[in-house]
């Protein structure tokens, strides 16, 4: 077309009467071309643009023109704007588009007048023009010529024709009447035809022309052109009208007869648009559909018809067609923004989507109402035109429902009315809202002691239902302390499945129970977290045998009791004192003579560890008696101990054999053999001093003695280190009150005589004292004696309802179901009990006469039997049937006469401490003594 495009864009803006923003600009702009700074003629801020999603709106499947530059806020074009395509030969081409915003949603209409160029040049319908003119026609005679036709308008359209010269005819122009007019006559015979050249002139800059060349043939006359019924035919059509539709019949007559009478139809200029929509009867102006009428592409059409007669004069009409709208298009629902996942934790009434409804159809068809069906926390709000808000109308909760499918249901007004509807899939965030909950309330873990480390104790699970990390959980135990070290040198838990393992190996004997704490936390942030309590049992197993703290262990020390001869059946002549480091029925303890010189002269308490006579002890009966005593616990397989008790049958010294022959001890020091011929040596002098000591007191107190090691205290190697008090009491059962004499014998023979007393015992409730250096004295260092450890509540029970043997009043079978087991008694506790019990008898047996010597009447600072057990009981008589006990009744006499002799025979318990009991003088053979006990 040869037309030069310009880069200049006319930015004519004004504001229209509803107060939208209006641009005007030509038409065929080059995409990209300015238009206008719409953010600046509206007042919106360009630096937010782009996050409030700003874009040109159109309804529809329709072109948008134009778009807006985020950036500047300029609007520019963004499709090729032809005006003819779009407004045809309207004067007046305006697009009208929106402008969107959201966060908030605003709707800005803007109006675009597209001005026209002069793009195309003025055409003809026909290339050649055919007229036939009889000879006959007179100078002035008019010939009407369809006039030619420009797409642009206005000023660029056709402005003037001219007609190259000729010497028949000229042109003359009227409005849109074209004619020529005959200016001289024609004749046939000179010229039979003639061709004139036609050319039209649009008023556009530059200028655009077309030509036609009008062949004129000279005929006879034809002295009448066709003319129409009506000057401008209308018609009404429902869009999609069935094909062959009749629209309207035009109409034009020919008042000539014969062939210049005959009249046929056909279509003037217009567009290959409209000869495919409609098709006219040549014969009858029928006008028909030919093709499909959509009222939503074009609301109208203007067809130009001709009718023209057998001699070629023709005419001239319009067809004007009004396309009425029927409710076919549903509407449609775009979704123009969604946020994909919405936090669980959002408030009510909160944005999630912008939703816009368009219906293709006008006036009442194009009304939609929208609306959401399902039971679902979510509504439609409407907002601005034809958009809806989706907002929310109740709390999320991702862990009850993790997505929604919201259904939209659109529905016009039309008659009858259609609907569409939109699944729209929205997903729930999830926020770290719920703490890890474990599945039980508190665990237990049962575990047998000596169990090996790194083996599992129990499982703690807690569940999170929270996604992802928010919903992982990590397992950790808590810093805490058991027995005074950290929690994890003992126990270890697997973050990832809550397993909990044992790091070291338990002993039952140092603690039965213990609680740790374990946390359970998740991955959100900030992390929830929750926490359990696991209780973890140690089971004990028989894992100790037990320990005979009296008669001391052989190879340790040689201790020999006297039975007098006039012993009776049934008298008590000594006890063994067993201990179990166990617990439960792994600490209920046995006593049996497994060997003994005369098997029907003595019995063992099976429970107690007392040992009585069975008859009466006759002349025959042999001197030197030597009992083997199996002690045997409760568990299972069950695990023993034995001890060798040496009693000798007499009533005074003189009767006592050589030592050496009553020792059966195979494990015997050579030392011993060496004291013994050292002793030998200075027997004279020792042996008179020893005769005489014991001279004055066997005439003072005719009671038997007891041959026992030098040493008060049984020494701390003899001891256990823990032992377990099974009936509440303690093993212990008896009090001994031992006095010490140097014999002429080794270390292995030494002499210990037992004071006998029946008469008066320390009451219960009666507080020893001693001296912490006389205790140290007496047993020498205890600092590396464990730590002594706070009663165990079982030491609350009566003696009735404290279970186990030595002493108890039944068996095993008895005390089984009297609640837990007490918690066994240290070394310590051990150590005070023996001299709480050895100061107990020697207090009372103070009082029987001044003859009466021994370590333990020594000890008198304060000593409290608070968190002991009571040692006191069943104190044995050797050679008698009675038994000293704590009974409250006996107690009170015995105290009144314990008190009674204390006032005259203990000095002041605040004096000074009284001086060592005599000694003899030392031997060759006790020197040696002394020196390897100083040696040890």
């Known amino acids: 077309m040869g037309r030069k495009m310009s880069c200049f864009v006319l930015l004519l803006l004004w504001q229209a009467v509803n107060g939208d923003v209006s641009y005007s600009l030509q038409e065929e702009l080059k995409r990209g071309s300015h238009i206008g700074n719409i953010a600046k003629d509206l007042n919106l801020d360009v630096n937010k643009l782009s996050s409030r999603n700003a874009r040109v709106d159109a309804a529809g499947n329709r072109k948008r023109y134009c778009d807006i530059n985020l950036a500047t806020g300029d609007l520019i074009v963004s499709d090729r704007i032809d005006r003819e395509e779009l407004c045809g030969e309207k004067l007046s081409c305006v697009i009208k588009r929106d402008l969107v915003l959201e966060n908030p949603l605003e709707l800005h209409p803007f109006s675009l007048h597209v001005q026209d160029i002069n793009d195309n040049s003025p055409q003809f319908n026909e290339e050649i023009i055919n007229?036939?003119?009889?000879?006959?026609?007179?100078?002035?005679?008019?010939?009407?010529?369809?006039?030619?036709?420009?797409?642009?308008?206005?000023?660029?359209?056709?402005?003037?024709?001219?007609?190259?010269?000729?010497?028949?005819?000229?042109?003359?122009?009227?409005?849109?009447?074209?004619?020529?007019?005959?200016?001289?006559?024609?004749?046939?015979?000179?010229?039979?035809?003639?061709?004139?050249?036609?050319?039209?002139?649009?008023?556009?800059?530059?200028?655009?022309?077309?030509?036609?060349?009008?062949?004129?043939?000279?005929?006879?006359?034809?002295?009448?052109?066709?003319?129409?019924?009506?000057?401008?035919?209308?018609?009404?059509?429902?869009?999609?009208?069935?094909?062959?539709?009749?629209?309207?019949?035009?109409?034009?007559?020919?008042?000539?007869?014969?062939?210049?009478?005959?009249?046929?139809?056909?279509?003037?200029?217009?567009?290959?648009?409209?000869?495919?929509?409609?098709?006219i009867d040549r014969k009858n102006g029928k006008i028909t559909v030919n093709g499909a009428i959509d009222y939503e592409a074009v609301t109208s059409y203007d067809l130009r018809i001709?009718?023209?007669?057998?001699?070629?004069?023709?005419?001239?009409?319009?067809?004007?067609?009004?396309?009425?709208?029927?409710?076919?298009?549903?509407?449609?629902?775009?979704?123009?923004?969604?946020?994909?996942?919405?936090?669980?934790?959002?408030?009510?009434?909160?944005?999630?989507?912008?939703?816009?409804?368009?219906?293709?159809?006008?006036?009442?068809?194009?009304?939609?109402?929208?609306?959401?069906?399902?039971?679902?926390?979510?509504?439609?709000?409407?907002?601005?035109?034809?958009?809806?808000?989706?907002?929310?109308?109740?709390?999320?909760?991702?862990?009850?429902?993790?997505?929604?499918?919201?259904?939209?249901?659109?529905?016009?007004?039309?008659?009858?009315?259609?609907?569409?509807?939109?699944?729209?899939?929205?997903?729930?965030?999830?926020?770290?809202?719920?703490?890890?909950?474990?599945?039980?309330?508190?665990?237990?873990?049962?575990?047998?002691?000596?169990?090996?480390?790194?083996?599992t104790l129990c499982s703690v699970t807690a569940r999170d239902p929270d996604w992802r990390?928010?919903?992982?959980?990590?397992?950790?135990?808590?810093?805490?302390?058991?027995?005074?070290?950290?929690?994890?040198?003992?126990?270890?838990?697997?973050?990832?499945?809550?397993?909990?393992?044992?790091?070291?190996?338990?002993?039952?004997?140092?603690?039965?129970?213990?609680?740790?704490?374990?946390?359970?936390?998740?991955?959100?942030?900030?992390?929830?977290?929750?926490?359990?309590?696991?209780?973890?049992?140690?089971?004990?197993?028989?894992?100790?045998?037990?320990?005979?703290?009296?008669?001391?262990?052989?190879?340790?020390?040689?201790?020999?009791?006297?039975?007098?001869?006039?012993?009776?059946?049934?008298?008590?002549?000594?006890?063994?004192?067993?201990?179990?480091?166990?617990?439960?029925?792994?600490?209920?303890?046995?006593?049996?003579?497994?060997?003994?010189?005369?098997?029907?002269?003595?019995?063992?308490d099976v429970n107690s560890g007392e040992i009585r006579t069975q008859r009466d002890i006759s002349e025959s009966d042999n001197m030197k008696q030597n009992l083997i005593v199996a002690v045997k616990d409760n568990g299972q397989p069950s695990l023993s101990a034995t001890c060798s008790m040496y009693l000798l049958i007499s009533d005074n010294l003189a009767e006592v054999p050589e030592l050496k022959d009553i020792s059966y001890d195979e494990k015997n020091s050579k030392l011993?053999?060496?004291?013994?011929?050292?002793?030998?040596?200075?027997?004279?002098?020792?042996?008179?001093?020893?005769?005489?000591?014991?001279?004055?007191?066997?005439c003072r107190r005719r009671k038997p003695r007891m041959l026992f090691d030098g040493a008060v205290a049984i020494p701390s190697a003899y001891l256990p280190p823990n032992y377990a008090d099974v009936d509440g009491t303690g093993t212990l059962r008896s009090a001994y009150n031992y006095d010490a004499y140097l014999t002429t014998g080794s270390r292995t023979s030494d002499f210990k005589f037992v004071t006998s007393y029946n008469d008066n015992t320390l009451p219960a409730d009666q507080t020893l004292r001693k001296s912490p250096s006389d205790f140290a004295d007496a047993f020498g260092d205890l600092n590396d004696s464990p730590e002594q450890k706070p009663p165990n509540n079982d030491w609350r029970f009566t003696q009735g309802q404290r279970p186990g043997p030595s002493g108890a009043t039944g068996g095993p079978e008895v005390a089984m179901g009297t609640g837990p087991w007490p918690q066994p008694p240290t070394e310590a506790e051990q150590l005070q009990a023996l001299m709480a019990a050895a100061n107990e008898v020697s207090e009372a047996t103070g009082t029987l006469g001044p003859g009466t010597m021994g370590l333990s009447t020594r000890y008198s600072p304060q000593f409290t039997l608070q968190h002991v057990p009571d040692y006191r009981q069943n104190v044995y008589i050797p050679g008698s049937t009675a038994t000293l006990t704590s009974n409250p009744q006996q107690q009170q006499q015995q105290q009144a006469t314990a008190q009674q002799a204390a006032q005259q025979a203990l000095p002041p318990p605040q004096g000074p401490p009284q001086p060592e009991p005599p000694k003899a003088a030392q031997t060759p053979a006790s020197k040696k003594k002394s020196t390897k006990k100083e040696k040890k």
């Open 306 to 455: 001709k009718a023209k007669d057998g001699l070629g004069l023709s005419s001239y009409t319009k067809v004007n067609i009004d396309v009425t709208d029927v409710n076919d298009n549903v509407p449609v629902i775009y979704m123009k923004s969604l946020i994909n996942a919405v936090p669980e934790n959002v408030s009510p009434g909160t944005e999630v989507g912008i939703i816009n409804v368009q219906d293709a159809d006008s006036n009442s068809n194009q009304k939609v109402c929208c609306s959401i069906q399902q039971n679902v926390p979510f509504k439609l709000v409407p907002s601005i035109k034809n958009y809806y808000s989706l907002v929310t109308t109740g709390q999320l909760d991702r862990e009850l429902v993790s997505d929604y499918n919201i259904t939209i249901t659109a529905t016009d007004e039309g008659s009858p009315p259609l609907s569409s509807s939109k699944t729209v899939q929205l997903f729930v965030a999830d926020i770290n809202d719920n703490p890890p909950v474990f599945e039980e309330q508190s665990y237990s873990a049962y575990v047998t002691e000596n169990n090996k480390p790194g083996s």
């Open 469 to 604: 990390q928010n919903g992982t959980v990590v397992y950790s135990l808590l810093p805490g302390e058991v027995n005074g070290a950290s929690v994890s040198s003992y126990l270890s838990v697997n973050g990832d499945t809550g397993v909990i393992h044992a790091v070291r190996s338990f002993d039952n004997e140092q603690f039965r129970s213990f609680k740790v704490h374990v946390m359970a936390r998740d991955n959100g942030s900030p992390p929830l977290s929750s926490n359990v309590t696991v209780s973890v049992f140690i089971s004990d197993v028989n894992d100790n045998s037990p320990q005979i703290l009296y008669p001391a262990p052989e190879g340790n020390s040689f201790m020999t009791e006297l039975v007098p001869k006039a012993a009776h059946g049934g008298s008590l002549v000594s006890k063994v004192i067993a201990v179990d480091a166990d617990s439960g029925q792994n600490a209920w303890l046995s006593y049996q003579i497994v060997k003994s010189t005369d098997p029907g002269l003595f019995t063992i």
């Open 672 to 698: 011993t053999s060496y004291l013994i011929i050292a002793l030998v040596s200075v027997s004279t002098f020792f042996l008179t001093f020893i005769i005489i000591i014991l001279g004055v007191r066997f």
């Open 131 to 279: 007229m036939e003119i009889h000879e006959s026609a007179v100078k002035g005679a008019r010939f009407l010529i369809e006039e030619a036709h420009d797409a642009d308008v206005g000023q660029n359209s056709v402005q003037q024709y001219s007609l190259k010269k000729n010497d028949n005819f000229i042109l003359a122009a009227n409005g849109n009447t074209l004619e020529l007019v005959l200016d001289k006559e024609l004749d046939r015979e000179k010229q039979g035809d003639m061709n004139l050249l036609l050319t039209a002139l649009d008023g556009g800059s530059p200028q655009r022309s077309g030509t036609v060349v009008i062949h004129v043939t000279v005929l006879d006359a034809n002295d009448n052109a066709p003319v129409f019924s009506q000057a401008l035919y209308t018609a009404s059509l429902p869009e999609n009208s069935a094909l062959d539709t009749v629209v309207v019949t035009v109409r034009a007559t020919d008042a000539d007869e014969g062939v210049n009478g005959d009249v046929t139809y056909d279509f003037g200029h217009v567009t290959e648009v409209v000869k495919k929509v409609f098709s």
